[in-house]
């Protein structure tokens, strides 16, 4: 099986920056794409970032330019940076994780705990 844990959420006041981290662990053969959700209270879970293996990445249009998400191959990591934040990014924030395990010829999705983000002053 495979574990995804996510760190670095927290309280920051709008217009500061976070920097959340995501590692994946386990019988993994190889991680494809690895992303960022977010789920904020009321409403449905959204994509953030994405990363492709080779390292292309994809935003949501509120965050770009803003919010940066880049990985570690070897380390099975995915960091999102997130600057210049504002209240509307008050979200749990969700690590997914595309893996293929050792043994197997086919990938499957996998997704951490959360970890609450909330932007205050």
Do not use: H
């Not at 995804?4 to 920097?19: K, N």
């Not at 995501?22 to 959700?37: D, E, K, Q, T, V």
């Not at 043994?103 to 909330?118: I, L």
Request: proline fraction near 2%; aromatic fraction near 10%.
């Amino acid at each position: 099986q495979v574990q995804v844990v996510e760190f670095g959420g927290g309280l920051v006041q709008p217009g500061g920056s976070l920097r959340l981290s995501c590692a994946a662990s386990g019988s993994i053969f190889r991680i494809n794409a690895m992303g960022w959700y977010r789920q904020a209270t009321g409403k449905q879970r959204e994509l953030v970032a994405s990363i492709t293996r080779s390292g292309s990445s994809n935003y949501v249009d509120s965050v770009k330019g803003r919010f940066t998400i880049s990985r570690d191959n070897a380390k099975n990591t995915v960091y999102l940076q997130m600057n210049s934040l504002t209240p509307e990014g008050t979200a749990v924030y969700y690590c997914n994780v595309g893996a293929t395990l050792l043994g197997s010829m086919r990938p499957y999705s996998y997704w951490g705990q959360g970890t609450q983000v909330t932007v205050a002053s």
